[in-house]
């Protein structure tokens, strides 16, 4: 029992998580007086899921999970699940935005979102953001950031230096975690722009990459790759088969937290009414359009 009752953290982060949510009941609040009904309970429902996927969060960064992840592999991979698939789908699915926005003071609100959509300070900001939610952009991000900080070499110097490891490692699985999941589950006032197919290919190509990941721990290694789990102290488990299990997490909970959603996002392909063929003649007209349009960018006059 105290495997889990011990080794907890209690540091600012918590403080920031519980000022986050303060400010988004102020915002529901706010929305509530000039909303429907039925509109306030869709708010309420999704910030179940928002706050679901804050507790994820600090579950991972917070809890005897972290503590245990400098010890065990599989620990520190079930914690990279929970910062890259649990806490950014949920984080997405309770759309947060608008009542973030909302709590601000005044009618500051409204003012900020104007200012951020329309005024030309903002535009490097747009531009940025337009960029990083492309949806070719958000899955290669995505992968890239699992396949590179599972090399050895990147795994090391994280778990060698507190600094990177919280502010890049732990970020940046979460950044690209919410970046991936806004391409898939909606997230008003966000309209991911990946067509169904695109959705398919993009999971699939996801799965792919973390079994390749997961086969490269295990299948393909001959002993533990990463030298922070080879002389820990206490550990009775052998390096290299607590890094087996961490790859047979990886492979098995990764799938279990995309497989739905590539269930789901089949069975609307199938249920268009125009069929899987237009949707193939659609994605390919699209992708064909953006090549197009960024080649006549390239050779526009500057």
């Not at 991936?180 to 997230?187: A, H």
């Not at 069975?267 to 960024?294: I, P, Q």
Request: hydrophobic share 55%; charged share 15%.
């Amino acid at each position: 029992m105290h495997y889990i009752l011990d080794n907890w953290s209690f540091d600012p982060f918590m403080i920031l998580v519980a000022v986050v949510v303060g400010w988004h009941e102020t915002g529901l609040y706010r929305l509530a007086k000039r909303s429907r009904p039925e509109r306030t309970r869709e708010r309420r429902i999704r910030s179940l899921w928002f706050y679901a996927g804050l507790l994820v969060l600090l579950l991972a960064v917070e809890s005897p999970i972290d503590y245990w992840a400098d010890s065990y592999f599989m620990v520190h991979m079930v914690q990279h699940l929970l910062l890259m698939f649990a806490a950014p789908s949920l984080v997405v699915a309770g759309a947060p935005g608008q009542p973030l926005l909302a709590a601000l003071p005044g009618r500051s609100g409204k003012a900020v979102t104007r200012s951020v959509l329309a005024d030309r300070w903002s535009r490097p900001l747009r531009s940025l953001w337009w960029f990083l939610t492309e949806p070719v952009v958000a899955v290669v991000l995505f992968n890239l950031v699992m396949v590179v900080w599972h090399v050895p070499a990147a795994f090391d110097l994280a778990e060698n230096n507190q600094v990177v490891h919280i502010w890049l490692m732990h970020s940046s699985f979460f950044l690209a975690g919410v970046l991936f999941w806004l391409q898939f589950i909606p997230s008003p006032p966000f309209r991911s722009r990946m067509p169904l197919l695109g959705r398919a290919a993009a999971l699939l190509a996801t799965n792919v990459v973390m079994i390749f990941i997961a086969m490269s721990l295990s299948i393909f290694a001959t002993h533990s790759i990463y030298t922070p789990y080879d002389h820990v102290p206490g550990v009775t488990l052998p390096a290299f088969a607590d890094q087996q299990i961490g790859a047979a997490i990886l492979w098995v909970c990764g799938d279990f937290w995309a497989l739905p959603t590539m269930i789901i996002t089949i069975r609307k392909l199938l249920n268009d009414e125009t069929g899987v063929g237009a949707a193939l003649d659609r994605f390919t007209r699209s992708g064909s359009r953006s090549a197009t349009s960024r080649s006549w960018a390239a050779r526009a006059p500057r």
